[in-house]
């Protein structure tokens, strides 16, 4: 199955580069949907021309932002070694109130 999300530009280019491999989510229903061996074309949002394809190799369920940091690799979801990725840094994107509901999820892929 083919799912498309969109992505800004600076998680755009860092699965573009290969340096970042896990996309974080919340868990809601249309993330739910995803399944290991689907794909996912991202569009970047400023510029919806540019798109890649990655295929989806693994699911990764957590209850929180904070928990997903502490259980995976920084590198793998976009963060240098030495860096310290602020667990409120998602609610930007997520209510707090969803995440309670839905989950997290970290979407291991590899580009196509």
């Known amino acids: 199955m083919l799912h498309q999300m969109k992505l800004k530009p600076e998680p755009f280019h860092k699965i573009k580069s290969g340096s970042k491999t896990i996309e974080l989510r919340l868990n809601d229903e ?39 940091y502490g259980n995976l690799p920084k590198e793998k979801i976009g963060y240098a070694a030495d860096e310290t990725p602020n667990p409120n840094h998602m609610d930007a994107y997520y209510p707090r109130e969803k995440k ?13």
């Open 30 to 68: 249309k993330r739910q949907q995803v399944q290991v061996g689907d794909f996912i074309e991202f569009s970047m949002m400023e510029d919806a021309s540019q798109k890649l394809t990655a295929k989806v190799t693994a699911l990764h369920h957590f209850d929180s932002f904070a928990e997903m």
């Open 100 to 112: 309670t509901q839905y989950g997290v999820l970290g979407i291991e892929l590899t580009l196509e």
